[in-house]
């Protein structure tokens, strides 16, 4: 079996640290391989969402005060985050909002857990100088498993309406999982089947998450290199501030090419995704 966009490479982006963050905030290319895939288990309860003033608040404070330990820029170079993320999208990524709190800064600065349906910026587990993004499915506790592409966790179908399936050929690792692999699959992955699988589901260990991307027949996620240490976390995408209907290739570049530029300078307008511009980017905690 294959995988659409299963090289995951992160390169600078200069471009979007030239129109987003400034020297202070280099951008990087974020590898949005997103993902295929009774009662909710015990846990803290879900803390709703931030309403839409003190989300547009926050985002203000940090644009006026952009710098790398409080935001950074990224562009998304694949489609495995469609049609949440698309390729070309730039973004900006809230880095405290899964900080640890402390005494202090916890009653000034708005620290949360990462609940299940959040969007995650995290190093990629395999290699840690790469970055993905994808949709936290499973927080510590959580019994995962897959059955014709549908996700039940802890015994319970998921309402996604976030998810795409692309394909309608029904992949036996992929779509029902967890099974035997029938394609490669990394240490960590080989780990989390042999050693955290319980009644043919995957039961999420503490201090890790299982994560997905919402383009589930391409994506290179969570079944196929195990579950995101906490300390990966960097933060969630917070805000879309330029969507640039450009190729894989281009946006992988860590260099701005000629190409690209030219590209730029002719189709600035008219490739622009003027209706994204400045998009909040929310979780999805109905479930």
Known sequence: MSLENTTDSVTPDPQ????????????????????????LAAGPPIEPPRGAIAEWTITILLLLFLTTTLVQAYVIPTGSMEDTLLIGDHLLVDKMAFAPSGAISKHLLPYSDVKRGDIIVFRYPVDISMTFVKRAIGIPGDRI??????????????????????????????????????????PGAMDMLQNHVVNGEVVVPPGTFFAMGDNRDSSLDSRYWGFVPRGNIIGKPLIIYWSYDAPTDE???????????KDLSLNFFSKTRWH???MLIHGYYKN
């Open 16 to 39: 979007a640290a030239l129109e987003a963050a400034g020297p202070a905030a280099p951008a990087h290319a974020v590898d949005a391989e997103l993902e295929t895939q009774s009662e």
């Open 145 to 186: 498993r897959l059955v014709n592409k549908q996700v039940y966790r802890n015994g319970v179908k998921l309402d996604e309406p976030y998810k795409v399936n692309k394909s309608d050929q029904i992949d036996p690792y992929r779509d029902n999982f967890p099974s035997e692999p029938n394609s490669m699959v990394y």
């Open 276 to 278: 994204r511009t400045f």
């Open 251 to 261: 946006l992988q570049n860590p260099t701005i090419g000629f190409d690209h530029l």
